[in-house]
Nanobody
Framework: QSQLVESGGGLVQPGGSLRLSCAAS????????IGWFRQAPGKEREGVSC????????DYANSVKGRFTISRDNAKNTVYLQMNSLKPEDTAVYYC????????????WGQGTQVTVSS
């Protein structure tokens, strides 16, 4: 069974950091670009970041640029999202998705991990 599993979410104070992981099972992650998305209560899901299959190209939403870093370790079949200088407005459920290309059709979705930024 092909699936993505996110981990690493939690409660953090403003200004703190978290690292999210997106691990693939049942398929080879380097076949896909991987995107991170988030959805806050009452808001639409938005794209946060994306990394190409090789890792040579990355993209970020303006709201997280300079604070978040996406990376991948294809040998470990895992993609990471390092989140620094977290703000309360970053609070959301974060999802990863496998895509043939960034901003393309999402083939697989993870179940999500909650990130809460609060003092």
């Amino acid at each position: 069974q092909s699936q993505l599993v996110e981990s690493g979410g939690g409660l953090v104070q403003p200004g703190g950091s978290l690292r999210l992981s997106c691990a693939a099972s049942g398929f080879t992650l380097d076949t896909y670009a991987i995107g991170w998305f988030r959805q806050a209560p009452g808001k639409e899901r938005e794209g946060v970041s994306c990394i190409s299959r090789s890792g040579g190209s990355t993209d970020y939403a303006n709201s997280v640029k300079g604070r978040f870093t996406i990376s991948r370790d294809n040998a470990k079949n895992t993609v990471y999202l390092q989140m620094n200088s977290l703000k309360p407005e970053d609070t959301a459920v974060y999802y990863c998705a496998a895509q043939y290309v960034c901003f393309g059709y999402q083939v697989y979705w993870g179940q999500g991990t909650q990130v809460t930024v609060s003092s």
